[in-house]
């Protein structure tokens, strides 16, 4: 343990642990992220062993509308007048790769950073997060990776909150 306690002994190494630089933010979220799709996976198959379980998460599947073609195209959803535009690269736009999540308001939007939730309707799968940075002309650029559901549903919800216009939601499926 000697190399152990040098490191915790320096000065630095506690300073470092407190104020993480954005690469290391970044490697801790790219960590965080890989859990989360075990942890998900998990939940998939423990969800899915329970029949009770399994029809209810039918029932509230069947009441979610796709309202994103975005194997095609990018896509628009909107709260009153204020719209706000998804598109998302590479396509086909599949499970486990890493994604690039471009939105696009309508009008400007005063916020630096956006947060982009990524969900299965009726169904768990840990938390996701995209943080989406807004670019020098005002789109907002953010990268994340969709988990693949052990139950084989491709079904998934973007939803993105614009502090001060509302929330926009996106349903689109992926390609497994
Ligand atoms: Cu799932």
Redesign the pocket.
């Known amino acids: 343990m000697p190399a152990f306690s040098r490191r915790l002994g320096s000065g630095s190494y506690r300073r470092r642990a407190v104020f993480f630089s954005r690469g290391e933010m970044r490697h801790t979220a790219r960590i965080g992220v890989a859990f989360m799709q075990a942890l998900?996976l998990c939940m998939?198959v423990t969800?899915f062993s329970d029949a009770g379980a399994d029809e209810r998460q039918n029932n509230q599947a069947k009441t979610v509308e796709v309202n994103c073609d975005i194997q095609r195209e990018a896509c628009t959803a909107w709260h009153g007048t204020f719209e706000a535009v998804l598109d998302i690269s590479p396509r086909p736009v599949r499970t486990m790769q890493k994604l690039q999540f471009l939105v696009t308001p309508n009008t400007e939007v005063s916020s630096e950073d956006l947060m982009l939730e990524l969900a299965?309707p009726g169904?768990f799968?840990g938390k996701n997060t995209v943080v989406l940075k807004k670019a020098l002309d005002g789109r907002y650029v953010g990268t994340g990776i969709v988990p693949r559901?052990?139950?084989g549903?491709t079904l998934w919800s973007a939803t993105v909150d614009f502090p001060g216009k509302g929330t926009v939601r996106f349903l689109f499926h992926v390609v497994h």
């Open positions: 998900s998939c969800v299965m169904m799968m559901c052990a139950s549903r």
